[in-house]
């Protein structure tokens, strides 16, 4: 009589396989959903530092600002959403933009803490 079964080591063997090819996948879609997280935070604060500059154009060149906070672009419409979120922690954004001034071009950056 002919046995048609698996022995426990193809099981097992199975087993091993299946796991690490999960393992392996795990571990790389976290690391694509942490490097797109980065993407965004990035593009967000490209986003915010346009917003500054649009800002700066309109209203604040005449003055000698160097510093936007986003309280400032939220309030005058600069930013349409109440509130702006990183992107990786989920918290608000309550930073400022710095303008700076070198080589005959404007530079803006966002930094984490608000203007002084």
């Given at each position: 009589?002919?046995?048609?079964g698996?022995?426990?080591?193809?099981?097992?063997a199975?087993?091993v396989?299946?796991s690490?090819?999960?393992?392996?996948t795990?571990?790389?879609?976290?690391n694509i959903?942490s490097?797109?997280?980065?993407?965004?935070?990035?593009e967000?604060?490209?986003?915010?530092e346009?917003?500054?500059?649009i800002?700066y154009i309109?209203?604040?060149?005449?003055?000698?600002?160097?510093?936007?906070?986003?309280?400032?672009l939220?309030s005058k419409g600069?930013?349409?959403?109440?509130?702006v979120?990183?992107?990786?922690?989920?918290?608000?954004?309550?930073g400022s933009i710095?303008?700076?001034f070198?080589a005959?071009?404007?530079?803006?950056?966002?930094q984490?803490?608000t203007?002084e």
């Open positions: 009589m002919k046995n048609k698996f022995t426990l080591v193809e099981l097992l199975v087993i396989i299946l690490l090819l999960a393992i392996i795990t571990v790389s879609i976290g959903m490097s797109s997280k980065n993407s965004l935070s990035d967000q604060k490209k986003n915010l346009e917003s500054a500059k800002y309109k209203e604040g060149m005449s003055s000698n600002v160097n510093c936007i906070d986003l309280s400032d939220i600069y930013i349409e959403s109440s509130e979120l990183d992107p990786k922690t989920k918290k608000p954004m309550t710095k303008i700076t070198e005959n071009q404007y530079t803006y950056e966002y984490s803490k203007c």
